[in-house]
């Protein structure tokens, strides 16, 4: 599985932008890239995941490098709630089974 | 709907003891999973299954097992419970597909100590 490095803590305040950065530089052809975060004493969900252009959700948007060895979250307007642990995982679709593979992910902390 | 439910939210358990965590999803989905996951970790896969009747060992299996006799269901057994299974077990679930997307639902976890 293609790796993915993401700092371990960011910290933003309520109502301001957040750019949350992962670097995939091993990520392949076949590799789609998704964000799942973590709220505090729930289990992850699901924010966005897209290949090669950028994405836009209710929550989030997706911005992928051109040569797809990086991708940046954004979240436009960060709330309180938004506080949560991100993972940027690679998801393989070419062939078999698609794992989800997570990593430690960024702690986003959120101050009023 | 319900989504994605898991049963007990907590337990604790004695080693040697055994004990069945109960996982039921609503969304008709193909594929469920079971994850745990440690302090200041991301969740590991346990077990999964993509269909009825069918199961297949992820990253992590060891000390446990799992079946999915009916579709909406997929339990978790701790035979013999160690101290190192102390942790909190996430079942998930999405569609079989495959698709770009396969977006998996996870369900509120059940935190499990072993004495």
């Known amino acids: 599985d293609a790796k993915t490095t993401q700092p371990n803590s960011m910290e933003s305040n309520e109502e301001e932008p957040v750019h949350l950065p992962c670097n995939h530089s091993t990520i392949s052809g076949t590799d789609y890239i998704h964000w799942y975060r973590q709220l505090p004493s729930q289990g992850p969900e699901y924010v966005i995941h897209g290949l090669t252009s950028n994405v836009n959700n209710r929550m989030a948007s997706l911005a992928i490098a051109e040569d797809r060895k990086s991708s940046t979250l954004i979240l436009h307007r960060a709330t309180l709630r938004d506080a949560a642990v991100y993972y940027c995982?690679?998801?393989?679709?070419?062939?078999?089974?698609?794992?989800?593979?997570f990593g430690t992910g960024t702690r986003l902390l959120v101050s009023p | 709907n319900a989504g994605v439910t898991q049963t007990p939210k907590f337990r604790v358990l004695k080693t040697g003891q055994s004990m069945t965590l109960l996982c039921a999803q609503d969304?008709?989905?193909?594929?469920m999973y079971w994850y745990r996951q440690d302090p200041g970790m991301g969740l590991r896969l346990i077990h999964y299954?993509?269909?009825?009747?069918?199961?297949a060992k992820g990253e992590v299996p060891d000390g446990y097992n799992v079946s999915r006799l009916k579709k909406q269901n997929f339990l978790l057994g701790l035979e013999s419970a160690a101290p190192s299974q102390t942790s909190v077990y996430f079942c998930a679930s999405s569609y079989g597909t495959r698709t770009t997307h396969n977006e998996q639902f996870f369900g509120p976890g059940t935190r499990l100590t072993v004495l």
């Open positions: 969304m008709n989905h193909e594929y």
């Open positions: 299954s993509v269909g009825e009747g069918t199961t």
């Open positions: 995982i690679l998801r393989d679709v070419g062939t078999g089974f698609q794992k989800l593979v």
